[in-house]
């Protein structure tokens, strides 16, 4: 692959020869049924609020829906420096081109350890969930699922939306059923969830002591719950494939996150209310509360719903996932041979058929890992991006950018500014051994760029936006109503 040459002080630097292109092939709906199955509401709410349950207790929905809040705001970034800044490189693309290489770099490093870690952390729940028709080991069963994933990733994109739609359904289906079933069987009043509590030490076997959830362990629990509705950027990383992107990446990051937010935290809310007890809701088990609610043939149908999410949200995780590693060969970001490899593209499907298989093989092998720390390690991932994308928020209506068409937000500069705030807070409270994993990994990853990247500056790391996306296209331009 040829080098590219980048003119002097220029983040953007579009390829001499480029790379042969993505083909655009969805709009809105595709798009949005995409977008939605890598937010993967359904296998948050059944593999990953469970741990949540066993923290806050009936403060889990609050909190939750706190983090909405919270993703609302990160949305209107997304919105606005996705239709800026229209690539598959998607967050590092961005903050890349609006403050600095450097800034872009650990941006892609953060999203990287959120593409390798992310798809295992869900797939690992598939066992427990096969339960009903078969007894599999749960390591087991998240690896046969990444490889699953894997294969069905390198097919067409398009072929690959109407299958993860199918699936959806399915996955809406059992968030509704749970919902229905938590409500008609609830034995705590609604206040629980204002005023939450959470199991306490020291209580007699079935008879536990509750305490008062304090304001700090919620927002210690946020990091997590921004986990749990993170993926709506999917529609991001999606730029270059999406038909007419500065009408329709918008509407797809905040269709996804309203859609996904309901599907969510309705049936947390439903789960909270319906628990027997509080030691019922801090285990989590969510198969045994819907089989003790209803019959067990209705909770194999719901257990094998959520199976069936969990594969669609690993299908699209690899194929979001795999575009991150494309962006990053075509704005040369590694050695040569590593380069045409990861920008390598199926000559009948179209995929990115080498980067799928760096995502889909190491996952598998990370479901051997403590699914604790994946999830604990991901969590100050997702709100360490979310912060460097606020910040690049807010250089995004300065010089040549600030005529250039895109999706304006309403509140602009207050909406980044306060998210930057509460995203440092968050991640203060977090526990060491969290952030110093998450801070070795771009540690090493800032070395890397010390050493070989910023040497290499005029050809390697060139971050590049397709010419198409830079604001020449004769299309209406959408902007935020207040």
Known sequence: MTDTLRPPHSPIAPPVTPPKALTRSIGVVGGTLLTLSCLTPASSLFVIVPGLFGDLGTGTALTIV???????????????LGTLIPSAGGEYAMVGTLIGRLAGWIVFILSLIV????????????????????HIDGQLAGA???????????????????????????????????????????????????????EATGGAPGSPVTAALTGGAIVAGLAVALFVLQGFSTAVYLSEEMENPRRNVSR?????????????????????????????????????MVK???????GTFVSLCI???????GIVMVIQNSRVLYASARDRAWPRPVNKAFSTLSGRFGSPWVATLAVGVPGAALCYAPLDTLTNVTGVAVAGMYLLVAIAALASRRGGHKSRPAWRMPLWPAIPAVLVLVMARILYVQEIKD???????????CLYWLLYLRPRQDTRWVITVPEDQLGLEDEPVTRAAV
């Open 115 to 134: 593409v390798m870690i992310v798809p295992p952390i869900i797939a690992l729940g598939t066992g427990e969930y096969l339960e009903p028709i078969m």
């Open 435 to 445: 952030l110093a994993i998450t801070g070795a990994i771009v540690a090493v990853a």
């Open 252 to 288: 797809t990051v905040l269709w996804t996150l309203g859609i996904g937010a309901v599907v969510v935290i309705v049936p947390t809310i439903a789960i909270t209310l319906g628990a027997p007890d509080m030691q019922t809701l801090t285990e989590g088990n969510l198969s045994a």
């Open 292 to 298: 003790a609610w209803s019959n067990s043939a209705v």
């Open 144 to 198: 046969g699922v990444m490889l699953l994933a894997t294969v069905m990733g390198l097919l067409d994109l398009r072929a690959n939306a109407w299958i993860t739609g199918i699936f959806l359904v399915l996955e809406v289906i059992a968030a509704g059923v749970v919902a229905v079933l938590g409500f008609s069987h609830s034995s705590r009043p609604a206040s629980t969830l204002i005023h939450p509590v959470v």
């Open 307 to 313: 199976a069936l999410a969990i594969i669609n949200a």
């Open 66 to 80: 706190i983090a909405a809040v919270l993703c609302v705001a990160v949305a209107f970034c997304y919105s606005e």
